[in-house]
């Protein structure tokens, strides 16, 4: 089976920094994404990790251990617009991904 | 044009009746998806089309029936459905070769209601 685990919320202010964690147990690892998905909309990539490190895209920076099957999604900067739901995905084989649990964030003043 | 359109927005539908689920890319993908998401719960795979020809079946009931036209369209026919198959229906679509084809493109989604 497949196993994804997130924290199902995460609360925090303007122009903190957050971190959102993922564990996995997968039956195939090609790599680690994230997606962001607001209420009412469709998921959008944010990240990739296809090898161990530190990806830095803009205010999203993403991080993968392949040895402890482990990732996060760091925001920082954080405004109002990131309150949304963040999902990890790996990617078990070519053109399958499996999702993980979800993490709402809540971005408050 | 990096967008995926899905029609229609929203559907319902009797558990007799036949409907279709509509998705259109113009990106060139060759790799297409559908997703069902249920409320506050991950994205789950269904089908997956390569080139055209259907790669992967998540052991989707046969009440659901995907169809790929041409590589732009992908189209998802619902037949005698019951009402634990109300969902949202999302379409992806990805390239199929290294190293970009793990980012996946997701339409807007449609919301089925089966009553």
């Known amino acids: 089976g497949q196993s994804l685990e997130q924290p199902s919320e995460v609360t925090a202010v303007e122009g903190a920094i957050v971190q959102i964690n993922c564990t996995y147990q997968t039956s195939g690892f090609y790599g680690l994404s994230w997606y962001q998905q607001h209420d009412g909309g469709a998921p959008t990539f944010l990240s990739y990790?296809?090898?161990?490190g530190l990806e830095e895209t803009g205010r999203f920076s993403s991080f993968l251990s392949r040895s402890d099957s482990y990732g996060y999604l760091l925001l920082q900067e954080l405004q109002m617009k990131d309150s949304a739901s963040y999902f990890c995905?790996?990617?078990?084989?070519?053109?399958?991904?499996?999702f993980g649990t979800g993490t709402r964030l809540l971005v408050s003043p | 044009d990096t967008e995926v359109t899905q029609t229609p927005k929203h559907l319902v539908m009797g558990m007799t009746n036949k409907k279709s689920l509509k998705c259109e890319q113009h990106?060139?993908?060759?790799?297409m998806y559908w997703y069902k998401q249920k409320a506050k719960k991950p994205p789950e795979l269904m089908f997956v089309?390569?080139?055209?020809?259907?790669?992967i079946n998540e052991s989707v009931p046969s009440r659901f029936s995907p169809e790929c036209p041409n590589s732009s369209l992908l189209n998802l026919h619902l037949h005698a459905l019951q009402p634990e198959d109300s969902a949202l229906y999302l379409c992806?679509?990805?390239?199929?070769?290294?190293?970009?084809?793990?980012?996946?493109?997701f339409g807007p989604g449609t919301r089925l209601t089966v009553t």
């Open positions: 990106m060139g993908h060759r790799a």
């Open positions: 992806a679509s990805s390239h199929d070769r290294v190293p970009t084809s793990y980012e996946q493109y």
């Open positions: 990790n296809a090898l161990d």
């Open positions: 089309y390569s080139y055209e020809k259907l790669s």
């Open positions: 995905a790996v990617r078990v084989s070519f053109q399958k991904l499996v």
